[in-house]
């Protein structure tokens, strides 16, 4: 019934930019906590950054200083902001969301299919 739809991803050279959007497809519901994980074969799933309906964030060590994570509740959405790309980020980037329906207080985990980020040297 609700769907978390990414894009944004795509190729990038070492030191540029992309920026990454999801979608909250019905808007009834509300994201709790948003954000970004990625992950490549081999690896497990790992945090990039998440941020609250208060606008706290919280970002992985790798994301800091490069990357911004923000929201515009108006549009359902959230957005990651990549600069300064590197190899190393090479990964589907998955959206998560721990959304609340509209007049309930149990929220509910949901994931993006994905969308992959590759990063030339």
């Known amino acids: 019934q609700v769907r978390l739809v990414e894009s944004g991803g795509g190729l990038a050279q070492s030191g540029s930019s992309l920026r990454l959007s999801c979608t909250i497809s019905r808007s009834i519901f509300i994201g709790k906590i948003l954000g970004w994980y990625r992950q490549t074969p081999g690896k497990q799933r790992e945090l990039v950054a998440t941020?609250?309906?208060?606008?706290?964030?919280v970002y992985a060590d790798s994301a800091k200083g490069r990357f911004t994570i923000s929201r515009e509740n108006a549009k359902n959405a959230v957005y990651l902001q990549m600069n300064n790309l590197k190899p190393e980020d090479t990964a589907v980037y998955f959206c998560?969301?721990?959304?609340?329906?509209?007049?309930?207080?149990?929220?509910?985990?949901?994931w993006g299919q994905g969308t992959q980020v590759t990063v030339l040297p």
């Open positions: 941020i609250s309906v208060g606008e706290n964030t």
């Open positions: 998560y969301g721990e959304l609340v329906r509209a007049g309930e207080i149990r929220s509910k985990t949901y």
